[in-house]
DNA sequence: ATATAATATTGCAATATTACGATAAATTAT
DNA sequence: ATAATTTATCGTAATATTGCAATATTATAT
């Protein structure tokens, strides 16, 4: 095997599970953080930033726009790459929801 | 190659990627899920919710408890397991932060 | 003591991920 | 036109993940 039985799990459940996974690694952290800390969004410069190879960034990059976690626009021979408000906002009422739900339940038993 | 470059990274941006690697996959979010909804946390019966075999569910189970977003206590001969509040929590919390700062970041360029 | 029940571990095959060198493609500068 | 710059893609090796059958472990019930 090695595939994800995505079939037998909910739309939202896999859609939760994607954009997780796509910030399951540290690169693709510290790209979010990086995007987030600059200003603008026309940012040629994320390989520098990060101590990986152009390809392997590139890789993570397109990992990210996948899950649709960041947008990219070409811009000459730069590429403006930018996040997504919407999904994280998404993350954000998921995880929330969850603190929210956990507060409110209090068994606490373990 | 295939390994991940940790020691790259700061503790927090691992941390992070550690907990959304968890999250990463539809039946980790199920289990998640089904541990929010039931009231009570001894709970022996995951296996029963997924449809998945029981090694592979079991195997599930120890990654969230490895990444440290459920806590486990063995209960007679079924097992507590219930979702460690702290650690969800963080999540939000980071989640939360991000999507603040987008917000205030009115250059929505892309 | 033996059987039953619940969970974990082992071993393994199929597949996915990570990383990067080499190379390609596209744009800008000279 | 040619060179330089930036990003993407291809190919490939190393490693990790996913899933499950078989088996082990541990506790309860008979």
Known sequence: ??????????DK???????AKALGHPARIAI???L???DTCICGDIV????????TVSQHLKELKNAGLIKGDIEGNKI???IDEKV???LQAYFGNIA????????DCC
Do not use: R, S, W
């Not at 520098?48 to 390809?55: C, F, H, R, V």
């Open 1 to 10: 095997m090695g595939a994800t039985k995505t079939d037998h799990f909910t």
């Open 13 to 19: 459940q896999n859609e939760i599970a994607t954009l």
């Open 80 to 82: 403006c790459y930018c």
């Open 36 to 38: 987030l800390k600059v």
């Open 88 to 90: 994280l906002n998404k």
């Open 48 to 55: 520098n930033e990060l101590p990986l190879a152009q390809p």
């Open 100 to 107: 929210t739900k956990l507060e409110k339940k209090k068994t």
């Open 32 to 34: 979010m953080e990086y």
